[in-house]
């Protein structure tokens, strides 16, 4: 026994000391091309961030709406009001909603930049074309702007967001919410240089029809459609230039091309090391080897008794997706792997038609907010350039919001982060026409507040897809799920017209507190563990145990 016992010592000394060299040499070998690996994926997330600045665009139109209502006003001689192109923002999120999915079936068939290079193509077409339709008439623009403008987001927003998280999955609320300040820092961008280019001296709309106001000047209304051909240039060079650095990150097979290009000196000790250890291991006395054999089968044992437990677990019910010991898990980082859903399997779900509706009702809160504010600013503020300043601080808060809620997703979860979120929202747009009383600098603030706060929105709502249905179908899940905007913004659409004449700016946003907080009572339905919330790991074992059971 005293041999035995001398025998292990002088093996488990060696192979502390062996397997320490062998880390050493790996290590080097990994640290020559780790900062190549570094820098690749810091060039893909920069440029993943500013193509999204482009699609920052679909948040301008709450600037760009009075000098486009006024010129269709004048140009076509018809009696287009702010309702009435209040169609054209809810047509492109209408558009966005229902292409995605079929883009997200697309994507997985065609190499990421030819994807993405289409996406600019039909950019490209929405812009250069609403030079042309803004000039011709109301039906021109809204086919332009609203049917083929909604177009690019659905390539480029999962795209973007699944090609950035899978170089660091880690950190994937971070890297989400960081990339999604694309959107806002865009749209802060494109608020400044429209209300520039085309009201630069700062002139007030001049005419009056009922509660609404609308420009006539012609210094404002002939530069409106060589904006568009301004925004087309620049969009057009931008996508072009970064979507060169747009890939996914290598393979496995990579990595293991690397471990193979190790010299032959380092093969040559790795296999000297190897077979020292089968010597030793053969050396071991005949007991030594049955009781290693015993512990083993007895370890094996529980382990597959235990995988038993955790497989059973997410189809103990259709509505158990997953049950994260950490909200991490959500890209099968740390901790257990997550199931990869289907699109028709994910449809069959309950957490899939209760995000849906949540979003289905939060959009019905948000369209008047996001086309409609400096309409409703214009009733009571008589200085365009504050205005445009409004909206490009929302922008700032738009896209600072979104890294914000990423990174607080990461540490308590996208469900609790969004209920927040809604809240808060909630509140404000139920408060937002006391503006009128109190001035221009709590229109200021409240604008701001709302785009903060309903940034989280498109930053969570991807983190949940993602905890719920797994990574490998996101593209078309998070396609699927984004329909809900083919429903929710047409109906803003069709009730602005009646509800304004008949409550006024009362009962428009009346109508979004409603449908906010409806879509704050789904949230609270949601089940914690399907949408990446974090539970405690006495909870975790607990409900381990009685499912076992």
Not at 119 to 134: C, H, K, R
Not at 223 to 240: D, E, H, I, N, R
Not at 489 to 497: E, M
Request: with cysteine.
């Amino acid at each position: 026994m005293e041999t035995d016992h001398l025998l292990k010592k002088d093996r488990g000394s060696r192979d502390e000391k062996e397997s320490e060299e062998t880390e050493d040499s790996e290590t080097e070998i990994y640290g020559q091309r780790d900062w190549k690996y570094r820098a690749c994926s810091a060039a893909v997330i920069v440029s993943c961030f500013f193509v999204l600045c482009t699609q920052g665009i679909e948040f301008t139109f709450g600037n760009m709406n009075p000098y486009l209502t006024s010129y269709l006003r004048n140009a076509s001689q018809d009696d287009v009001e702010y309702t009435d192109t209040l169609w054209i923002a809810q047509t492109m999120s209408v558009t966005s909603c229902a292409v995605q999915p079929l883009a997200g079936v697309f994507a997985n068939r065609v190499p990421v930049r030819l994807f993405l290079f289409l996406g600019a193509l039909f950019q490209a077409a929405f812009l250069f074309g609403s030079y042309w339709a803004v000039r011709t008439s109301f039906w021109a623009i809204l086919l332009t702007y609203g049917v083929i403008g909604g177009v690019p987001s659905a390539f480029f927003y999962a795209t973007c967001l699944r090609v950035s998280a899978a170089w660091l999955p880690e950190k994937k609320g971070l890297v989400m919410g960081g990339i999604l300040m694309g959107y806002g820092i865009g749209a802060f961008m494109w608020n400044g240089l429209t209300t520039w280019y085309i009201n630069r001296d700062n002139l007030q709309p001049d005419l009056k029809v009922g509660v609404d106001v609308y420009y006539t000047q012609n210094a404002v209304l002939d530069k409106v459609p060589s904006c568009f051909l301004m925004l087309g240039t620049v969009f057009a060079s931008a996508q072009l230039f970064f979507l060169l650095f747009i890939r996914m990150p290598p393979a496995s097979r990579a990595r293991v091309q690397r471990v193979v290009a190790i010299n032959q000196a380092q093969v040559q000790r790795v296999v000297a090391i190897n077979q020292a250890r089968v010597q030793r291991v053969v050396a071991i006395n005949q007991a030594q080897v049955q009781r290693v054999v015993a512990i083993n089968q007895a370890r094996v044992q529980r382990v597959v008794a235990i995988n038993q437990a955790q497989d059973d677990m997410p189809s103990a019910k259709e509505d158990s997706q997953c049950l994260p010991g950490s909200n991490s898990d959500a890209f099968a980082g740390e901790g257990r792997e997550k199931p990869d859903y289907k699109l028709k399997q994910t449809i069959k779900t309950r957490v899939f038609w209760t995000l849906w509706a949540m979003m289905f009702f939060s959009t019905l809160g948000t369209s008047f907010v996001i086309a409609l504010f400096k309409a409703y600013g214009q009733t009571f503020i008589a200085d365009d350039h504050f205005l445009a300043s409004v909206a490009m601080a929302s922008s700032v808060c738009n896209a600072v919001g979104r890294p914000v809620w990423g990174l607080l997703a990461d540490r308590f979860g996208a469900r609790m982060v969004s209920l927040v979120c809604q809240s808060l929202l909630t509140i404000l747009v139920a408060t937002f026409t006391s503006c009128h009383v109190t001035g221009r600098y709590a229109f200021l603030l409240w604008v701001c507040a709302m785009f903060l706060t309903m940034c989280s929105f498109f930053t969570m709502l991807p983190v949940m897809v993602l905890a719920a249905f797994g990574s490998r179908n996101f593209n078309a899940n998070m396609g699927m799920v984004s329909t809900y905007g083919t429903v929710g913004s047409v109906l803003p659409a069709l009730i602005a017209s009646p509800l304004k004449d008949a409550f006024g700016w009362n009962g428009l946003f009346f109508f979004a507190f409603v449908g906010l907080f409806t879509g704050i009572v789904l949230n609270m339905s949601l089940d914690w563990c399907q949408c990446g919330d974090s539970i405690p790991r006495h909870m975790l074992d607990d409900l381990s145990i009685r499912r076992k059971r």
